[in-house]
């Protein structure tokens, strides 16, 4: 009879690990939140005595999620990721042979709460991008880094793409409405998006944010493509559309951080984010009349029940402006 060979968690882990970064390309992000649960999970298991995951049984796992239900610093958001990676890497090994039970088949995650996603007005969205400065048109003097601040600002809330679907736009990825290569901005045009999962999308853009664009790759991104050419950058980044002074790319936490700032500028409390214009440009498409299906296709929404939540938004907007308007509510 054959024996089968032990599995330690941390193999497992790893081979899990393997098969999310091969076969399914998940992002850098989401790697690492991966990488953090599953170092949980293992240590956890370690602590219980469990060498090999063979061993691991339903009881085991619902002691597993009590121990980290009752940890006071986790959210709620982050319990149910570990327990969903927790179940994926069970599931994962029972498919593959590597274990002969799939000890996590009724193991659930608690239902997140629905917390509707804050959408800025128009009048919101008009101050913060005002509040960047920038303009092209309006200002000749504007710095290159405005410019650059105003071009992504404007493209994100124009597009509704992720922010960290912006940050990894080459120059190559914009086309004007004749679907030439990226002159003539000035009537807006299509970007290639690389989405979840490799999938790729053309999303409109339109004229304020073509122009924005045209004036800050004449006026601002030469002046930091300079710095990638003398070496100073990472060679990914000497196609990138956004640059930052040093030739690199734009990372995440100035976007941010851009964003935060231009906040403050327009006087908005809410607190908000680079993926607030994502929500934003979502549900003033739908208030607007788009179709749902048209605006999961714009997302990259893989199922059109994500796309769903901003229906919500619109129909609570709805509701505020019966209940101010109608004589008899």
Known sequence: MRVRPVLSPEAGANRYLKYLSLERRIRKNTQLAYERDLAVYCEWLRAQQIDDLEAVT????????????????????TLTRRISTVRGLHRFLYLEGCVTEFAASALRSPKPAKNLPYALTISEVESLLAAVGGDGAKDAAASPVALRDRALLELLYASGMRVSEALALDVDDLFNTDGQAFENLADGGFIRVQGKGGKQRLVPFGSYAGRALGAYLTRARPIFATQSETGRAKADARGALFLGPRGGRVSRQTAWLVIQKAAEVAGIKQKISPHSLRHSFATHLLEGGADVRAVQELLGHASVNTTQIYTHVSRATLQEHYQLAHPRK
């Open 58 to 77: 339903k009881a085991h796992l619902s002691d597993f999620v009590t121990t980290i239900s009752a940890e006071r610093r986790a959210s709620k958001a």
